[in-house]
């Protein structure tokens, strides 16, 4: 309804009156003229003075009509009920409708309502506030509310309109809608909030991004979403500038339903009403998050690219003068006698120089330039042999799970330097939690990466993934700190500690399997690696054959007891050339003395059955008695008492027939171990 109804249709009922009042008087007159012909007995005066006195009635009437309806700025027509002829305009009508003489009021109105407007008439006789739209002498539209009544002019049947221009406000109203459906359709999370803060408008970007509902979210303070991250002097200057009516812009964390920490490029204005007084305040948020993680992660790789180059470089030059020393110091050493007491000074250079060697190789490994044979391997198998291994070298306050939930999840990688990738994750996770425990969790899984997901991670191409996480509950890590982990020697631990390779040769191995390394992490809250490596899907028996080749080696300790020397050496030979560190015994009873000062030394004990003073099997039972769960391999020759039952039956893991081949012991042990 037009807010100016009412005195609209006082003045609407005022002319309808004034010209009732006018044909009254007209009808008078003629009554009069008519009485003055008929009746001779009126004298003259009489007849004169009531003709002027109606003539000047009818003169003043007609002046006031014309005086209210050219005054007021409502456009006005008077038009014949039988043709729709404008007969009467005044000026306002003129210019609303860019006014033509000699025109019907149906030109101005659209046809379909023009005629719909006119059954109403002739059914109702009058109508009031119709909104209609129309169109101008020019073809442009207006709207109007229309208030028709029926009138006598000119003593023919008319219509008196008083139209209210609506144009101006349906052109603000159809701004608004626009301005509404951006707001409603922008992608930014949009925000309107009392000026103490409380929530009266959230847009639909904003329920999606912030997860909360609009009806949850409305009436509430906008503090809500604030997160940790930022000091209370950050809101406290933005409340600041908001208040005084300035334009607040900048980066804000805030915290979403869900929990998840988002960072907003946002924008909060004040709105003033018409007297300039603050009464709302608009926020609009770009979520950045996304953008900020691929920025850094581009960044990081560039890094990482620049370091890799330079320490290639520097590697190779140090490999040849490494090269040089080996060579001087090993010709040094034929030089001279075994008595010269230089030699063990030339022995500390080479050891040293072996030192340099190693972490020479460990920067090769990051700059990926080392060899390595890849074949299809089943990561899982890595875990738990990696899990058992670390169990022994981790204190009791960490506890250890395993989450395996991808089988059979076939990688193509390089065994060992898979192992060296779990052990090094482990190794940290288990530094950060050496002084107060906790939980080292490794979790394996398989994980696709669609095409949406990949742009996320920009060192990721889209395709099934096999995701290895190491989690722990230990210290965590700021951002400034994360941003240097990959770094070769970069290193958070006291001189002597730590050399700072161990995630920089996980960055390269991972990365030349085609792999990348993702971390998160928190102070205070523990820390996350995943290692994506791309997943093959490998024939089942083939993976089977391939697998077998690939669990012969081994880092394990391990105490070999035969009495035969020769024996003995042959089998650490083998062992050790299958990674092992193997303490080789030829007496049984030193065997168990030695078993007996240092029982977490080894992994496990692979025994011979006959032997002097104490049997193999007497052996065992004894070492099972110092430490129950420790792995034993019994070795016999076919003619012994003891069989493989029986052996089980002890707790001994594994008995094998003599004699055997290299891939025979290799297998047992891994099979005992994992
Ligand atoms: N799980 C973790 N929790 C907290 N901080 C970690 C974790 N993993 C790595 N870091 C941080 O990253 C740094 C670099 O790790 P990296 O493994 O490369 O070297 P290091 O452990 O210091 O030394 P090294 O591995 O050669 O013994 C660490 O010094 C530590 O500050
Ligand atoms: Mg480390």
């Known amino acids: ?168 406000r349906k052109l603000d109203e159809e701004e608004r809608m626009r301005l509404a459906t951006a707001v409603e359709q922008g992608a930014e999370s949009i925000i309107i909030t009392d000026r103490k803060g409380n929530i009266e408008y959230v847009n639909p970007a904003f329920e999606q991004t912030f997860g909360y509902a609009r009806e949850e979210i409305t009436g509430r303070n906008f503090k809500m979403f604030k997160s940790d991250k930022h000091k209370e002097a950050f809101f406290r ?21 869900d929990g998840e920490i988002c960072e907003f490029e946002t924008t909060i204005s004040p709105i003033r009403d018409t007297s300039g007084s603050i009464i709302n305040f608009v926020s609009v948020n770009r979520d950045v998050t996304h953008e900020l993680q691929m920025e850094r992660q581009l960044r990081q790789a560039q890094k990482m690219e620049a370091i890799g180059t330079l320490a290639t470089g520097i590697s190779h030059d140090f490999n040849n003068i490494l090269t040089a020393i080996f060579g001087n110091v090993q010709l040094a050493k034929m030089d001279i006698s075994e008595e010269n007491p230089i030699l063990s000074k030339l022995d500390n250079i080479l050891s040293a120089a072996n030192r340099a060697k190693d972490l020479v190789m460990q920067v090769l490994t990051f700059c990926r330039q ?84 990949a742009i996320r991670l920009p060192d990721l191409k889209p395709g099934p993934y096999l995701r290895l996480s190491v989690c722990d509950t230990g210290h965590g890590m700021s951002p400034e700190v994360m941003d240097r982990i990959f770094e070769p020697f970069y290193t958070t631990k006291n001189p002597g ?24 992490s928190e102070p205070g809250k523990g820390t996350v690696f995943h290692v994506y490596l791309p997943r093959i899907s490998a024939p089942e028996k083939k993976e089977e054959s391939e697998m077998t080749e690939t669990l012969v080696k081994g880092h394990e300790r391990i105490l070999f007891v035969d009495d035969e020397q020769h024996l003995q050496e042959v089998f650490r030979d083998m062992l050790e050339h299958l990674g092992y560190e193997v303490v080789a015994e030829t007496d049984s009873v030193r065997a168990l003395e030695l078993f007996r000062t240092e029982p977490d030394k080894f992994d496990i004990v692979i025994t011979d059955q006959t032997m002097p003073n104490m049997t193999g099997e007497e052996l065992a039972a004894e070492l099972m ?49 994992a």
């Open 370 to 453: 080392s060899e390595h044979e890849k074949k299809p391997l089943q990561i899982s198998l890595i875990v738990k042999e990696s899990l058992n291994l670390l169990r022994a070298s981790i204190p009791a306050t960490i506890e250890i799970r395993q989450k395996i939930r991808s089988k059979p999840g076939i990688v193509l990688a390089d065994p060992t330097q898979m192992h060296q990738v779990l052990m090094n994750l482990c190794a940290n996770a288990a530094g950060a939690m050496r002084e107060k425990g906790g939980m080292l969790e490794v979790v394996l899984e398989h994980k696709d990466i669609d095409a949406d997901y």
């Open 625 to 673: 008695r110092i430490r129950p769960d420790i792995p034993i391999i019994l070795c016999t020759g076919y003619s012994e008492r003891i069989n493989e039952e029986k052996a089980k039956e002890m707790g001994i893991r594994k008995f094998l027939m003599k004699p055997f081949v290299i891939s025979k012991i290799a297998n047992a042990v891994r099979e005992v171990l």
């Open 497 to 520: 500690e730590g050399t700072g390779m161990g995630l920089a040769v996980v960055h390269g191995i991972v990365r030349s399997h085609g792999g990348a390394v993702h971390v998160r």
């Open 237 to 257: 200057e933005m409340w600041n500038v908001i208040t005084e009516g300035r334009v607040w812009a900048g980066r804000v964390i805030n915290r979403k339903k």
């Open 1 to 168: 309804m037009p807010r100016t109804e009412p005195s609209q249709r006082a003045l609407l009922s005022e002319i309808v009156g004034l010209r009732e009042e006018l044909a009254d008087l007209k009808r008078e007159k003629a009554d009069l003229e008519l009485l003055m012909e008929t009746n001779i007995e009126h004298s003259d005066y009489l007849e004169e003075d009531l003709l002027n006195k109606v003539e000047s009635a009818l003169r003043e009437s007609e002046k006031r009509f014309r005086l209210i309806s050219e005054t007021i700025p409502v456009p006005i027509t008077v038009s014949r009920v039988s043709d729709s002829a404008i007969v009467y305009a005044n000026s306002p009508a003129g210019s609303l409708f860019g006014f033509l003489p000699e025109c019907k009021v149906t030109d101005f109105y659209n046809p379909g309502e023009g005629q719909l407007l006119l059954d109403m008439l002739a059914v109702q006789g009058c109508v009031s506030n119709y909104e209609m739209e129309g169109k101008r002498a020019d073809g442009t539209p207006f709207w109007a509310a229309l208030f028709v009544q029926p009138l006598t002019f000119n003593n023919e049947p008319c219509r008196l309109t008083a139209l209210y221009d609506l144009t101006d």
